[in-house]
């Protein structure tokens, strides 16, 4: 009863501040950031709430999902070199344990960002007391990016499964503390409202908190694989002037099952000889199923006549049997001996060229 009151209160806070900014049209920022303390990152102001999504694999058994930052938000250190450690409870949890999803900021203290590529991290799940470890693991998951920014940091997404699973244990806790880093990260795991307001902050002086950490469990369930589509725009360039520059796109996606994230990359060494190629990027990770990364494609062409084909390869880097074969061409015609004057001139300006081609339909 307690949390459906909760709910509801939260409800009818939502109406009145949308009405609010219905009639005044001022944005609701957090109104102070506290960033003096290493225990945490904070923000006070009005809470709004907000969809929060995330792709997972499983089925989702336990869900916490992160504030966002219009709401009044907050980030707890937990680091083994910082000598913090949280823990959250979750309960009423009657299936084995598969995989575990987390949100955080990784900053050095005082407070600046820190890359968290290698960060490793001690996930333990212990009794209903918070006496006894029943699973112990560390993993090193890549972290994502959810394109979120909390006082002007990103925050992450971590996803892991646990091998073993760890059994049923009914009412219990989690804890999740980052133990070493290359860039000496700290993990500032992020807040939620969405369980029953209380958290535990090993090492603080304050140790009871009163909002919950964000995380998922997810119970077993289908192996999810992502497949990688493309979408070329622009790519077969046409005539063009010897030696000019040339433009296209690649829009590069995931088209896999849900809950799927796709890494991949595109061949360099393998594009077409006919000109100097650049692509931005060249590469990525932890695309969601239904995202799409756009690369940006640049040519420079050969000086030497002809019409000319070639094949980019774009691959899922963690299958190589998963790729994209984009079809690009080019055509660089004959100089007119008649006319060398103008042919000089359009090879001096090959935007000019472009310009004749489309009057003339050439």
């Known amino acids: 009863m307690e949390r459906n009151k909760k709910y509801i209160v939260k409800g009818a806070g939502i109406l009145l501040i949308t009405a609010a900014l219905i009639f005044s049209s001022v944005a609701v920022t957090a109104d102070t950031v506290d960033q003096m303390t290493p225990e945490y990152l904070k923000a006070t102001g009005p809470s709004i709430t907000s969809e929060k999504s995330v792709n997972t694999i499983g089925p989702v058994i336990f869900s916490q999902k992160p504030f966002t930052p219009d709401e009044a938000w907050i980030f707890r250190t937990s680091a083994s070199s910082a000598n913090y450690r949280v823990h959250d409870d979750y309960n009423e949890l009657m299936e084995d344990i598969y995989d575990i999803h987390w949100w955080g900021l990784s900053l050095v203290y005082p407070w600046a960002a820190c890359d968290p590529t290698g960060m490793v991290f001690e996930i333990i799940f212990w009794d209903q007391l918070l006496g006894n470890p029943m699973c112990v693991y560390q993993v090193s998951p890549p972290a994502t990016s959810t394109g979120e920014f909390f006082s002007g940091f990103e925050q992450w997404y971590w996803e892991t499964d646990l091998d073993p699973e760890c059994g049923q244990i009914p009412n219990g806790w989690v804890s999740i503390q980052s133990v070493s880093s290359p860039n000496n990260c700290w993990l500032l795991w992020a807040g939620s409202d969405d369980g029953d307001l209380y958290c535990y902050q090993e090492g603080s002086t304050t140790p009871d908190q009163d909002t919950d950490c964000a995380f998922e469990l997810t119970g077993y369930g289908e192996p999810v694989y992502p497949k990688i589509c493309c979408d070329p725009v622009g790519m077969n360039f046409g ?51 239904g995202a799409c990364d756009i690369v940006d494609v640049t040519c420079v062409l050969t000086d030497t006549v002809g019409d000319y084909n070639g094949t980019i390869y774009v691959y899922n880097a963690d299958d190589s049997t998963d790729v994209c074969k984009i079809d690009t061409s080019a055509e660089v015609p004959r100089a007119r001996a008649h006319n060398p004057m103008i042919w000089n001139l359009l090879q001096q300006f090959p935007a000019l060229y472009q310009i004749v081609k489309i009057i003339f339909g050439a």
């Open 239 to 289: 005539k063009a002037a010897p030696g000019s520059t040339v433009t296209g796109q690649i829009y590069v996606c995931n088209c896999g099952d849900p809950g799927s994230f796709l890494n991949w990359y595109l061949d360099t060494a393998a594009v077409p000889t006919w000109g100097t190629w650049t692509f931005t990027p060249a590469g990525g990770t932890g695309l969601a199923e």
